[in-house]
């Protein structure tokens, strides 16, 4: 331990395009995009010797495929780092990579690390579908089978129902509480794929986004260029038959990894490189578990409070789009922020959501717009859920 805390920097952010559910990353396993993005993050700052990396931390939602046994240390060992780098799998549900990058800057600000790596992964693709153990031995009938993708499942009987609506259902109610109708939602989910659509026009992905080994996917698969309020409009509500939330304002469901170098001033010194940003501060918070969506706004408010930091002050800001419903009941919560600062290039609507994946990748996207920008302070926040949301500061 130190007498006080040590700066934590970001030197460089990494990620996977985001492939859609059943699509081009769809045959590969999440422990090997989780290699993917570690290898190639490592392998970019060839100055740093990989054996001084002191642990690796990567946010995993699911966690019950091929991404068990603690699949941070599976990309360790897959992306041919030394045996003596360790690493560990965390799991805050949509706020696991996020809270893998908390967990990896508390290890270096108080001295137990000088280098890590935070990461995070999701196959929702593969995703396997489990069944329970019977009470006991040889049951005669049929067992229940379960899908890991998504959501609720294997409910605890105690859990109130009114807490374990499914996440649709829970952007419908924040809908409704906020009168957020079908057209703002709609325009919100199209300015999100045209933002990501000209983002990538613009070449603006360049240097964050690294190709998976054998898969030709060279952008976000879930983009859709051509969209239209037309187009979007047509769509039938998915969660109530006279809802407002429909697959074309809600994040589908994908692939993907992503992975971040952090490191103190030693640290810094043995990559050779400028730091894209410095980690600020960070606030986890708790809410009803059946309006989680609006998680992230008292996360954003102590975040701010902790870095004696205002909305005024943001340069760009990355709110994890899991509904357009969602992300505009948080909005409704913050008139002071300027909506244009917030996902400038795209959001999850458009880029998607692997749920493990997307903490990291809002980090990692906050502090390449912050080197872009030469300075200036930047956010990014998650709702979680079953009632949490999760927000952090960069500055440069």
């Known amino acids: ?49 990989p054996a001084r990396v002191d642990d690796v931390f990567f946010g995993d939602a699911n966690g019950a495929g091929e991404d068990n046994r603690d699949v941070a240390r599976m990309a360790v060992l897959l992306a041919g780092l030394p045996v003596t780098v360790p690493g560990t ?42 069944v329970q153990k019977p009470e006991r031995g040889f049951p005669a009938g049929h067992q229940q089978m379960y899908s890991t993708t998504l959501g609720w499942r294997m409910v605890n009987p105690r859990m109130p129902e009114e807490w374990t609506v499914g996440l649709g259902e829970g952007a419908e109610l924040l809908a409704e509480r906020y009168g957020i109708g079908r057209d703002e939602q709609d325009a919100f989910a199209l300015a999100s794929h045209r933002n990501a659509a000209r983002a990538w026009a613009d070449g603006l992905y360049a240097g964050e986004v690294v190709p998976v080994d054998g898969v030709d996917l060279a952008r976000d698969e879930c983009i859709r260029d051509t969209t239209s309020p037309e187009a979007l409009a047509k769509l039938k509500p998915v969660f109530r038959k006279d809802g407002t939330v429909t697959a074309g304002n809600s994040s589908p469901l994908n692939d993907g990894a992503a992975a971040l170098l952090l490191v103190d001033e ?24 059946q309006y989680f969506g609006a998680g992230p706004v008292e996360a954003v408010h102590r975040a701010l409070k902790k ?37 400038p290039r795209g959001g999850a609507i458009a880029i998607g959501h692997p749920l493990g994946a997307s903490g990291v990748r809002l980090t990692g996207a906050v502090a390449h717009q912050l080197a872009a920008a030469g300075s200036g302070t930047g956010l990014a926040t998650l709702c979680i859920g079953v009632g949490q949301g999760i927000a952090l500061v960069l500055e440069r």
Not at 110 to 120: L, N, T
Not at 323 to 330: D, E, N
């Open 89 to 130: 799998t965390v799991n805050r549900l949509c706020g696991s990579g996020m809270e893998a990058v908390v967990q990896a800057a508390r290890a270096i600000a108080v001295g137990d690390a000088s280098i890590a790596v935070a990461g995070g992964v999701e196959s929702m693709s593969r995703a396997p579908w489990v």
């Open 266 to 289: 030693d640290g810094l010194r043995a990559t050779g490189r400028e730091p894209l940003a410095r980690i600020g501060a960070s606030a986890v918070t708790g809410i009803e578990p």
């Open 307 to 343: 870095a004696g930091r205002e909305f005024a002050d943001l340069h760009t800001v990355e709110l994890n789009e899991a509904f357009a419903a969602q992300a505009l009941a948080c909005l409704r919560q913050w008139p002071g922020l300027d909506p244009s600062v917030v996902n």
């Open 1 to 49: 331990m130190t007498d006080r805390l040590r700066d934590v920097y970001v030197v460089d952010a990494v990620r996977t395009p985001i492939g859609k559910y059943g699509g081009a990353l769809a045959g590969v396993r999440p422990d090997d995009l989780a290699a993917g993005v570690l290898g190639a993050l490592v392998s970019r700052t060839p100055e740093l010797d």
